[in-house]
């Protein structure tokens, strides 16, 4: 099966060919023959199983060789970082035909961005606050849209988006498609999805004899103490066959806290949190793309939909708040086929949150393994060369490296020259080649990290972020500082 017998166009082919995509992954051969039907579809699959295309494929397909200017196509997105990206695989396809794509995300100056509207961009990808924003002051008209996508559709359908998701489906004629898509559907969302939609289709690629995780990422859960977890790291850090790494902090103030002391240590690493500026935060993910820094230390801002090559291994360097979090952060590694690597730290006092993870995960792991950073297990596990320590020594550190060189690690307001925004997509590469036991495109490739008790659970619980968006105060997330950070939604 190929794109074109799909119903593709061959333009659009060839310049997927041109980063050798060429047989279309499950999700993309299911939903992509229904979209073209004109069908409203909730689309869900694991996470980096191509998702993006599977919307993005008809939704330029279906505006024509040579649309209209104007736009015609809206992709909602959670986080900025995420309308760059999923607007530089649309521009991407998009290559050989004159259809424009525009990302629309706060913390930057209207100017470019309705530039880019006013040109006739079709195809708008946003964040909600910035859509609603430009709607409002009627920079933007919603009033022609064809087709609405949500990506991470149970995330924008959350409380936290809810609201301003509503407006956005109130700006759009009714008659559109409605297209919803997450490696994660919770049944409360499917079931209040459909309000939004017109006899949606849920298409859903999982075996239901597969597990709830990936079965091609190891993963393993530590409890781990916390004076000692970064000599943890330090040492994971320094594991056989390490490649990009992306750690998840609970806070922002930890994410630059944990990129500082790893610096401190020698290693190559850059923060994305919500209280730096737009521009430091493009900067580090064009650092972390591009392979200057192997290693972001992030909120839940980069745990959904960010594709970056090479990632091999993702840590919880604290717990996520539940197990779709977990889903989303983990499978930040192991995309396209490609192996990976997850480890998850449960202080003592998140055991209980564990444990409900454990269960909604069927994850056969109901108590982790008490883990120091001179645990022989880590190094087994892990593949860690006996005797390492949570230290580059100072004679192996890379040229140029100094004490807290990593001016992007910090707060807001370090800011050096615009890193532009294409957020160093060039950095992407998708032949596949020469990653740690890469698969082949299918996906059909031999699963040798099979992890012990995976089943799918359909638990459901309410989503919550880290806070990097509006969301109402709930109980689970009393201790969290929630000052407007300006953040992901807006
Ligand atoms: N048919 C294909 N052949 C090869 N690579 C592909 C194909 N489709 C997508 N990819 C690549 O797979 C990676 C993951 O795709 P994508 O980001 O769309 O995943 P996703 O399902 O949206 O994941 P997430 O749930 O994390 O958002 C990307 O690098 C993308 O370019
Ligand atoms: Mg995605």
Same mark, same amino acid.
């Given at each position: 099966?190929?794109?074109?017998?799909?119903? /593709?166009?061959?333009?659009?082919?060839?310049?997927?060919?041109?980063?050798?995509?060429?047989?279309?992954?499950?999700?993309?051969?299911?939903?992509?023959?229904?979209?073209?039907?004109?069908?409203?579809?909730?689309?869900?699959?694991?996470?980096?199983?191509?998702?993006?295309?599977?919307?993005?494929?008809?939704?330029?397909?279906?505006?024509?060789?040579?649309?209209?200017? #104007?736009?015609?196509?809206?992709?909602?997105?959670?986080?900025?970082?995420? &309308?760059?990206?999923?607007?530089?695989?649309?521009?991407? &396809?998009?290559?050989?035909?004159?259809?424009?794509?525009?990302?629309?995300?706060?913390?930057?100056?209207?100017?470019?961005?309705?530039?880019?509207?006013?040109?006739?961009?079709?195809?708008?990808?946003?964040?909600?606050?910035?859509?609603?924003?430009?709607?409002?002051?009627?920079?933007?008209?919603?009033?022609? /849209?064809?087709?609405?996508?949500?990506?991470?559709?149970?995330?924008?359908?959350?409380?936290?988006?809810?609201?301003? $998701?509503?407006?956005?489906?109130?700006?759009?004629?009714?008659?559109?498609?409605?297209?919803?898509?997450?490696?994660?559907?919770?049944?409360?969302?499917?079931?209040?999805?459909?309000?939004?939609?017109?006899?949606?289709?849920?298409?859903?690629?999982?075996?239901?004899?597969?597990?709830?995780?990936?079965?091609?990422?190891?993963?393993?859960?530590?409890?781990?103490?916390?004076?000692?977890?970064?000599?943890?790291?330090?040492?994971?850090?320094?594991?056989?066959?390490?490649?990009?790494?992306? /750690?998840?902090?609970?806070?922002?103030?930890?994410?630059?806290?944990?990129?500082?002391?790893?610096?401190?240590?020698?290693?190559?690493?850059?923060?994305?949190?919500?209280?730096?500026?737009?521009?430091?935060?493009?900067?580090?993910?064009?650092?972390?793309?591009?392979?200057?820094?192997? /290693?972001?230390?992030?909120?839940?801002?980069?745990?959904?939909?960010?594709?970056?090559?090479?990632?091999?291994?993702?840590?919880?360097?604290?717990?996520?708040?539940?197990?779709?979090?977990?889903?989303?952060? $983990?499978?930040?590694?192991?995309? &396209?086929?490609?192996?990976?690597?997850?480890?998850?730290?449960?202080?003592?006092?998140?055991?209980?949150?564990?444990?409900?993870?454990?269960?909604?995960?069927?994850?056969?792991?109901?108590?982790?393994?008490?883990?120091?950073?001179?645990?022989?297990?880590?190094?087994?596990?892990?593949?860690?060369?006996?005797?390492?320590? #949570?230290?580059?020594?100072?004679?192996?550190?890379?040229?140029?490296?100094?004490?807290?060189?990593?001016?992007?690690?910090?707060?807001? #307001?370090?800011?050096?020259?615009?890193?532009?925004?294409?957020?160093?997509?060039?950095?992407?590469?998708?032949?596949?080649?020469?990653?740690? #036991?890469?698969?082949?495109?299918?996906?059909?490739?031999?699963?040798?990290?099979?992890?012990?008790?995976?089943?799918?659970?359909?638990?459901?619980?309410?989503?919550?972020?880290?806070?990097?968006?509006?969301?109402?105060?709930?109980?689970?997330?009393?201790?969290?500082?929630?000052?407007?950070?300006?953040?992901?939604?807006?």
């Amino acid at each position: 099966m190929n794109f074109k017998e799909l119903g /593709i166009d061959q333009d659009i082919v060839d310049a997927l060919e041109t980063k050798g995509i060429t047989s279309p992954f499950p999700i993309q051969e299911q939903a992509i023959p229904l979209a073209l039907t004109g069908q409203d579809i909730i689309g869900q699959a694991k996470t980096g199983t191509g998702k993006t295309f599977g919307f993005g494929l008809p939704l330029l397909q279906s505006l024509g060789l040579n649309p209209e200017k #104007g736009a015609k196509a809206l992709v909602v997105v959670p986080t900025r970082e995420l &309308a760059i990206q999923v607007a530089e695989d649309l521009k991407l &396809a998009a290559s050989n035909r004159p259809t424009m794509v525009a990302a629309i995300y706060g913390g930057k100056a209207y100017e470019e961005q309705v530039a880019e509207i006013n040109a006739g961009a079709q195809v708008i990808v946003g964040t909600p606050g910035r859509l609603i924003d430009l709607s409002k002051q009627k920079l933007l008209d919603l009033g022609n /849209i064809r087709f609405m996508v949500l990506d991470e559709a149970d995330e924008m359908l959350d409380l936290g988006f809810l609201p301003d $998701v509503e407006k956005l489906f109130a700006y759009t004629p009714d008659g559109r498609q409605t297209m919803l898509f997450s490696a994660t559907m919770p049944g409360s969302i499917v079931t209040m999805a459909r309000k939004y939609q017109n006899r949606p289709v849920h298409i859903r690629t999982n075996d239901p004899d597969e597990g709830h995780t990936k079965a091609d990422i190891k993963q393993f859960v530590y409890r781990a103490h916390a004076l000692d977890k970064d000599e943890v790291v330090g040492r994971i850090l320094q594991a056989e066959g390490r490649g990009k790494t992306v /750690i998840f902090t609970k806070t922002k103030r930890q994410a630059s806290k944990v990129s500082e002391e790893l610096v401190d240590r020698g290693f190559n690493a850059t923060a994305l949190h919500g209280d730096m500026t737009q521009e430091a935060r493009e900067r580090s993910m064009t650092a972390f793309r591009s392979g200057k820094k192997d /290693i972001l230390v992030a909120t839940e801002v980069a745990a959904r939909g960010i594709d970056v090559d090479d990632v091999t291994h993702v840590i919880n360097y604290t717990i996520p708040e539940d197990e779709k979090a977990y889903l989303h952060r $983990v499978g930040r590694t192991g995309r &396209a086929g490609r192996l990976g690597i997850a480890v998850t730290f449960v202080d003592w006092e998140d055991l209980t949150r564990w444990t409900h993870i454990n269960t909604a995960l069927e994850f056969g792991q109901p108590d982790p393994t008490e883990t120091y950073s001179s645990s022989a297990h880590l190094f087994s596990d892990l593949n860690i060369a006996a005797g390492t320590k #949570g230290r580059i020594a100072k004679s192996k550190r890379p040229e140029g490296w100094k004490p807290g060189n990593d001016r992007d690690s910090g707060h807001a #307001g370090n800011d050096r020259a615009n890193s532009g925004r294409a957020g160093g997509q060039s950095g992407r590469n998708h032949s596949g080649g020469g990653n740690r #036991g890469a698969r082949d495109r299918n996906g059909k490739g031999a699963q040798p990290h099979k992890s012990s008790g995976q089943k799918a659970a359909g638990h459901e619980a309410p989503a919550h972020g880290d806070g990097e968006h509006k969301r109402p105060a709930t109980p689970r997330t009393r201790n969290r500082t929630r000052k407007n950070s300006g953040g992901t939604a807006s």
